[in-house]
């Protein structure tokens, strides 16, 4: 189906940019020459898991990207077929969707991609005994509700393998964003005999995974800084594929991301504060617009007071969201007026989503320090307390440190009686320990996993597995759930719906928005066709150095 009036989406809206990144022939460690056509970059942590499953981050995201394919793959703003032969238009009213696949897509391991991949990664991800995070994503499929809620068996997912090429998905009801949500990594398919020959182990490190897509991952052993994606000559178009190699290092600190590139030892890398100050009249600075924004979460289950929504609120507006961006960040990132980012949708009426829900709201997230003050007085006295000490947990990376003294240090200093102590864990420990609600404050991020703003709103309904600070809306529950099934197909009411939601959740700041980001890049020129989607990823296929 089209995408009409609230999902329809421009290139400027998917802030689709195509990133200019090289390298030329460079030494390895031993002295040898590899191929120019390698690219050099950087990730700011880790990967933590490489089961479509069960990973949640963005950089692990982008690893699968590298390596998978799903039934679809963008192209910068396109949508384009992948282990699906063409775009699926549904037919029963919106509710099935049949798949042909190509019979050429193969794993990196000789065997062949087949529909039967796709229903055994389906059912498995729906299953509470994988406890994915990402389960949520299939509500709306047959039976994928009770399966989550133990009511039913994972068999009984709507997905079905007519041969081995043949997928068939059967919907409760319509889900308007369905054709993009499938690009996920969570919809992946996986190849059964691997992922139960290393149960537990499997996607921990590169040998104990297998690969359908562009490249396989080489070197990875679970924790290690530095990994390499090499070209997959098994993969259905790797005729496209012009890259020999991705090489990709941590890299956590902005200087010495500003040293290798400068040294030419790395050809793209993300810088902020007062590097990308340094930077921004370099040739070389390119900003990457992204739907992705960073907010606080507030943990109303370990913190009580944080269940006031009047010391929620108090907290927003004693942070100076423009100091914060110019000063700390420094690089293109824009204040955040709530969680949905700028030109990600369109309401029925046309106008950008993430603008039109702000009208209402935009005084919840204004810095005023009397009102924030006045605010906070009032919420302790209604708390029954006089003064509050919490944690904030955040990353080791140097970008983060600095975020949080900011925030202690502006806190402090407008909140009379809040004490802020400050908790830097690696990447993956803060993952970790936000999921399982082991935090008091925490700054987390949300990337689009597909242009829609039920990407976003959907997380901070009740019970969901992503609304680590257990905020609880009962109307806000109500308009989303009404936007997924009795109004999915009314772009009227679905828009009115979701713009009601996100103006309950701004204004009673069930999470502070902060900022959009935008992140610094210092690139190389000479690599052409590198594009960038919507759900915030590299497509390296068809990417390649020039001479």
């Known amino acids: 189906m089209k995408w009409q009036k609230l999902a329809k989406l421009s290139a400027v809206a998917l802030a689709v940019t195509t990133l200019l ?35 949640t981050d963005a950089i692990s995201g982008q690893a699968a990207v590298d390596t998978m394919d799903g039934l679809y793959r963008y192209n910068g703003s396109e949508l384009q077929p992948a282990i ?27 065997d062949p991609v087949t529909a039967q991949n796709f229903v055994y990664a389906w059912q498995r991800t729906v299953d509470p005994k994988t406890k994915s995070q990402y389960a949520y994503l299939y509500s709306g499929i047959k039976n994928a509700d009770d399966i989550m809620n133990g009511k039913k068996a994972p068999s009984t997912l709507g997905v079905t393998a007519k041969g081995e090429h043949t997928l068939v998905v059967e919907l409760d009801h319509a889900i308007p964003y369905f054709k993009t949500m499938v690009v996920n990594p969570a919809f992946f398919p996986q190849n059964q005999k691997v992922v139960e020959k290393y149960g537990s182990k499997y996607g921990t490190t590169s040998e104990k995974t297998v690969y359908n897509g562009p490249f396989k991952l080489t070197g990875w052993t679970g924790t290690n800084n530095s990994w390499t994606e090499v070209k997959n000559k098994t993969y259905w178009n790797a005729s496209k594929v012009k890259l020999e190699k991705v090489k990709v290092q941590v890299v956590k600190d902005s200087s010495t991301a500003l040293n290798l590139f400068q040294s030419g030892k790395m050809d793209d890398v993300s810088i902020s504060g007062e590097t990308a100050q340094q930077m ?13 924004v960073f907010y606080l979460e507030l943990n109303e289950k370990k913190v009580p007071a944080f269940k006031n929504v009047k010391i929620r609120q108090a907290i927003s507006k004693a942070i100076n969201r423009s100091e914060f961006v110019k000063n700390v960040l420094g690089d293109s990132s824009i204040p955040a007026a709530n969680v949905t980012p700028q030109n990600l949708a369109k309401t029925a009426d046309g106008q950008d989503f993430s603008k039109a829900a702000a009208k209402a709201t935009s005084d919840e997230t ?8 006045k605010l906070w007085q009032e919420g302790l006295k209604e708390t029954g307390i006089s003064n509050l000490s919490v944690e904030y947990l955040t990353d080791d990376t140097d970008g983060a440190k600095k975020s949080a003294e900011y925030f202690q240090s502006q806190l402090e200093k407008t909140l009379p009686g809040l004490k802020i102590s400050i908790s830097t864990v690696p990447f993956k420990s803060r993952l970790t320990r936000s999921q399982s609600g082991d935090f008091d404050i925490v700054m987390t991020a949300w990337g689009a996993d597909f242009p829609d703003p039920i990407t976003f709103l959907d997380l901070f309904t009740t019970g969901n597995s992503y609304n680590n600070g257990n905020w609880d809306n009962a109307e806000y529950n109500k308009l989303i759930e009404a936007s997924k099934t009795t109004d999915a197909t009314n772009d009227d009411k679905r828009s009115d719906d979701l713009l009601q939601a996100q103006e309950i959740l701004t204004k009673e700041q069930g999470v502070i928005p902060i900022y959009q980001r935008a992140q610094g890049h210092l690139v190389n020129s000479k690599i052409k066709d590198l594009h960038y989607s919507p759900a915030n990823m590299y497509n390296f296929v068809g990417a390649y150095i020039a001479d």
Do not use: F, H
Request: hydrophobic share 25%; proline share 2%; with cysteine.
């Open 21 to 55: 990144a090289a390298c030329g022939t460079k030494k390895s460690s031993s002295g040898s020459a590899d191929s120019n056509q390698v690219l050099t970059r950087m990730e700011g942590d880790v990967i933590s898991s490489m089961d479509t499953s069960v990973m």
């Open 84 to 110: 699906a032969t063409k775009i699926v238009e549904p037919t029963n009213g919106g509710k099935t969707y049949t798949y042909q696949l190509r019979k050429d897509a193969k794993w990196s391991n000789g």
């Open 280 to 292: 921004k009249n370099d040739a070389s600075y390119k900003p990457l617009a992204q739907s992705t």
């Open 366 to 373: 204004k810095y005023d320090k009397a009102e924030a003050k």
